[in-house]
């Protein structure tokens, strides 16, 4: 149940190497990430960080918002960089680590782990703010999540446009099983199982 919290070598060091001006020192209010979703299925369920790796967590599905797991931000750069009039920056989720008398906690960016054979993203967090890793995210009008990028018409990339990709399937990612959310780059899911979903911030019910 506890498994997350714990120190590790791994996470030491990711937390050590974050010292250095931050690139996204502004952070939003607290939000539960909530899906809606043609797959009655999913719509209408929530978003918690699932132990995934060594101070890595993906994100799974659950009924109701998790006070614990399922408080997530948006932290974004201090000249408060937009796409399309909307702030852009990363997703984050605090990783409590350390014991009863010594709570901490390791501001976490979401991450895409791309993989050259699929047109499926896999979404992780781990510590830290640096890293081409990190997922370029914001949350539109509707507070509803996006992700921009340059489209590109070969000879000059447009852009960037936002655009809603995020699909829930059934994933295996750093030896874990489990049905958590992704990106899709570009036409259907060929890894099957997936449904495709949107991401809506709504403030946190237990912060
Ligand atoms: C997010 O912002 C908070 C508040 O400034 C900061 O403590 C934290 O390190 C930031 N996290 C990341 C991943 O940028
Ligand atoms: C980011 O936070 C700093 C410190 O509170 C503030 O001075 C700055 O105006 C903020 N940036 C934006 C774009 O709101
Ligand atoms: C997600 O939201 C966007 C923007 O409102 C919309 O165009 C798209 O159809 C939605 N996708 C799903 C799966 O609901």
Known sequence: MLGFLFTSAALAAAIISTTSAQNFPNQSAPYNLKLSSAETALDGKFLWACHS???????????????????????????????????????????????????????SALRFAWNPVSNIIFNYFQPGDEGSEIASVGLDADNKLFVPAYVDDVITPNGPEIFYQWQVCHTQFMGYKYQALVWLTVGNPLDGDCQAVNVTAVPASGA
Do not use: R, W
């Not at 790796?53 to 000249?79: K, R, V, Y």
């Open 53 to 107: 790796g060594a101070a890595m967590e993906q994100l799974c599905i659950s009924d109701t918002p998790s006070d614990l797991t399922g408080i997530f931000f948006l932290n974004t750069t201090s000249i408060g960089s937009t796409v399309s009039g909307f702030l852009t920056g990363a997703l984050v989720y605090n990783l409590p680590y350390g014991d009863e008398d010594d709570k901490q906690i390791a501001s």
